[in-house]
């Protein structure tokens, strides 16, 4: 199997989960910024909006090789935080679990950002 190809796999794998979750945050706004505020963080409906998008776009952006670098800073920046903000009670086991799994992730965006998106992408078609 080509680089390309493994490259192309892994920004699928990558992108999966945040198309889905911000697809799930979009529909579901008000219960999204609910749940933002009962972490405490600040203006919960603007949050929702910023993070849906953040996710679905930014998910998007990786899976199809577009812009892919931005697409891979932001949503390292975003998995890195929502880490320590929403999965930084290390006393449940789950929540344990989620934070390495959120810092394994950010780890592959880092990889992304570093080599780019491979040859099966739009980001090389416009080069």
């Not at 080599?115 to 992408?121: D, K, N, Q």
Request: no cysteine; net charge positive; charged share 10%.
């Amino acid at each position: 199997m080509s680089n390309d190809v493994i490259v192309l796999l892994g920004r699928i794998l990558l992108a999966i989960i945040f198309i889905f979750s911000g697809f799930g945050k979009l529909t579901d706004l008000g219960g999204t910024a609910g749940y933002f505020g009962g972490l405490g963080l600040p203006l919960p409906q603007a949050t929702a909006w910023l993070v849906a998008l953040v996710e679905f776009l930014g998910g998007l952006g990786v899976l199809v090789g577009f812009q892919t670098r931005i697409s891979a800073v932001l949503l390292a920046i975003f998995t890195f935080a929502s880490a320590f903000i929403a999965h930084f009670n290390f006393a449940d086991q789950m929540q344990l679990i989620q934070f390495l799994k959120n810092l394994a992730i950010t780890g592959g965006f880092l990889a992304l950002i570093a080599h780019g998106p491979g040859a099966l992408s739009i980001d090389s078609r416009r080069r």
